[in-house]
């Protein structure tokens, strides 16, 4: 007889992946914005921290509208994990939009609608609202059924009460839908919103904690409300301008949300939007969440955009603006003109600049040492400081490229920790810039439209070496 196959099952988990600033939880400051050593996954950076501690708690405020940072330094000085530490930091009310220079001229809409809407992503609205919600613990759920299906719709009582006071609720076949979707029973506590029907289940009162033996590590456990059954509750709602925008420019505007099919937004509809805002902000309904913009590579950026810049700033309801570049001296997009950071310089004029500096051998190892850890490889001595040796030689991000191929190399040869040996293997397998450098002026021959002319080869060494 055949052998019965059982049905294999397995945990559904949620994939986590590991990306180049997963590791980054903050930007690792203290109450009084001293940096600290190592903290948060940042490593080393210290006044360029501080710096953006600074500018945190001013976007914190809210004051400020319209101040530009720029973050300049070398390649792989963690300008971007700066940016990434303040957007962490700042929690999930504040909006954070991240942008790339390049991204701006591949969107199909015009380069100024593109800021624009980016803009407005990174400005936040408090919206409050006062609503008549009753709140209790139940008592006793009722709903009869009736003896024959069809007949007659469903009809129950609903038992509330509070500290001072008991209520018998009439309901109907929608509430008696709601509660059974939400699995009320006595002994919870609920908060019905009485303009929208919704049932809220806030967790079970204490008074019935011993009515079962076991309980779930999910059931909460909470006080019965005091005083009167029905409340006035302010209820406060967050959204960004953009997503406003989005859904008064169409009539089927809350889809374009999800579609990201949102195309050009007529300046009337801002202007109507704005309006009903300012009205709002008078009368204390809504409050004004400035946020922060990040463009990363700004130098991808012409001089069109930059202009657009320059006046948007100038705007009461601008966010903080964090620009990054790892450019020095060079052209400004779209003009024959070189300025620093290929940015104009009336611009440059407005911009807070926060420098990053080189990391350190020991600052190296200990972004390799975060980087292990957070790639889940387990990695020798020996191994950890040859890797820090090629770091500080070649480039950090060359470095912690070889982490996970190191670690496949282990895996290959059946090691549990990765050695000396699996660090050199990968090492030859995989060249850096400057060993892929010296190859091409080898074999430079060989190659197809090589233009390096025998006069130039001694600038290349020196701009390579």
């Avoid at 300049?72 to 303040?86: E, F, S, V, W």
């Avoid at 409300?225 to 406003?244: A, F, M, N, S, Y």
């Avoid at 972004?367 to 001595?381: G, K, N, P």
């Avoid at 233009?451 to 080869?457: A, H, I, L």
Wanted: glycine share 8%.
């Amino acid at each position: 007889m055949a052998e019965l196959k059982l049905s294999e099952s397995r945990d559904l988990t949620r994939i986590e992946r590991i990306g180049a600033h997963s590791h980054i939880r903050g930007l690792g400051l203290d109450s009084s914005l001293e940096p600290r050593a190592v903290s948060e996954g940042m490593v080393g950076q210290t006044s360029a921290r501080k710096a953006a501690g600074v500018i945190l708690q001013m976007i914190r405020d809210g004051k400020i509208a319209g101040r530009a940072v720029l973050l300049a330094g070398q390649p792989g000085t963690g300008k971007t994990a700066i940016a990434m530490g303040m957007a962490k930091s700042l929690g999930l009310e504040t909006p954070f939009a991240m942008i790339a220079g390049s991204e701006l001229f591949s969107l199909e809409m015009s380069k100024t609608e593109a800021l624009t809407q980016a803009f407005r992503k990174a400005i936040g609205v408090r919206i409050k609202e006062e609503t008549e919600v009753i709140e209790g613990e139940v008592v006793e759920v009722q709903i009869d059924r009736p003896a024959v299906a069809g007949a007659a719709s469903k009809s129950g009582k609903l038992t509330l009460k509070t500290t001072e006071m008991e209520t018998v609720y009439d309901l109907g076949a929608k509430m008696i839908e709601a509660l059974g979707k939400e699995k009320v029973t006595s002994g919870d506590v609920i908060a019905i919103d009485k303009a929208s029907g919704k049932i809220t289940k806030l967790g079970r009162s204490f008074s019935r904690s011993r009515d079962f033996d076991a309980m779930g590590p999910q059931v909460k456990f909470v006080q019965c409300p005091d005083g009167e059954l029905q409340k006035r509750k302010e209820v406060v709602h967050c959204v960004t301008l953009h997503e406003i925008d989005v859904i008064n420019s169409r009539t089927q505007g809350f889809l374009a949300l999800f579609t990201g099919d949102t195309g050009e937004i007529r300046a009337e509809v801002r202007e109507q939007i704005d309006t009903k805002v300012a009205e709002w902000r008078e009368e204390g309904k809504a409050e004004i969440v400035p946020g922060v913009l990040f463009i990363d590579e700004v130098h991808m950026l012409d001089i069109e955009c930059f202009s657009f810049l320059n006046r948007a700033l100038e705007n009461e309801m601008a966010p903080i603006l964090v620009v990054a570049t790892n450019r020095g001296i060079t052209n400004i997009r779209g003009t024959n003109y070189k300025s620093p950071h290929g940015i104009p310089i009336d611009l440059l004029d407005r911009l807070l600049i926060i420098s990053t500096q080189p990391y350190t051998e020991e600052e190296i190892r200990k972004i390799l040492d975060i980087r292990c850890q957070e790639e889940d490889v387990e990695m020798a001595e020996g191994a950890k400081q040859l890797l820090t040796k090629i770091g500080v030689e070649t480039s950090l991000r060359y470095a912690i490229h070889l982490i996970i191929a190191a670690a496949l190399a282990c895996q290959k040869r059946k090691g549990k920790v990765v050695e000396l040996e699996d660090i050199n293997r990968v090492y030859h397998l995989f060249l850096d810039v400057k060993r892929s450098t010296q190859y091409l002026m080898e074999y430079q021959n060989q190659y197809m439209f090589n233009e390096t002319g025998e006069g130039e080869d001694d600038d290349v060494h020196a701009t390579v070496f």
